[in-house]
């Protein structure tokens, strides 16, 4: 596994969208977990909310949705030389279809399951409406960095910040 450099931070969104990866600290309703998903290419493994739908696209990325509240979730495995650049390449690419974008504070180091990991919080509009965004990368046993790019209504992130928690928990090595 790549060595990885110095400080990288986590902020505000992240107690919403990925959280801290701590206890969660609302009451949210937290779904069964039924479908176990394998990453090969990332060398991970990840559990998927019940009633979260998933497809899975040609190049290996998973597009997970909440279709009750409209919670996006993207997973794909990109190449980088540390998390900063990865971070930074791919958020630079993702980040253009958004309009009135701001980040929330700095990227924030943290650790999910033994992987290092950097996110980085936002807000932005679609189409005039406000959503709240994060960016995380995973370093995972595979040498490559595992994207994660959140996005919804502000208030449906918050209802469901347990369940997003614990998706982003469940992201084991394999």
């Not at 009451?27 to 998903?37: K, L, S, T």
């Not at 497809?55 to 949705?65: C, R, V």
């Amino acid at each position: 596994m790549q060595k990885l450099q110095a400080s990288l931070l986590f902020t505000t969104l992240t107690a919403t969208l990925l959280g801290a990866c701590a206890a969660p600290q609302n009451a949210g309703v937290q779904a069964p977990f039924v479908q176990e998903r394998v990453h090969p290419q990332a060398r991970v493994k990840m559990i998927i909310p019940h009633g979260w739908s998933v497809q899975e696209q040609p190049d290996g990325a998973l597009a997970l949705t909440d279709s009750s509240d409209g919670i996006n979730i993207d997973v794909k495995v990109v190449d980088g030389a540390d998390l900063g650049t990865a971070l930074l390449t791919v958020a630079t690419g993702i980040l253009l279809g958004y309009d009135n974008l701001g980040l929330d504070g700095a990227p924030v180091d943290n650790t999910i399951n033994g992987m290092p990991a950097l996110f980085q919080d936002g807000h932005a509009t679609v189409q005039g409406h406000p959503v709240s965004l994060s960016v995380g990368v995973i370093d995972t046993p595979a040498d490559k960095f595992l994207l994660i790019v959140g996005e919804g209504d502000p208030a449906a992130l918050r209802a469901h910040e347990t369940d997003v928690r614990a998706f982003i928990n469940s992201i084991v090595p394999m």
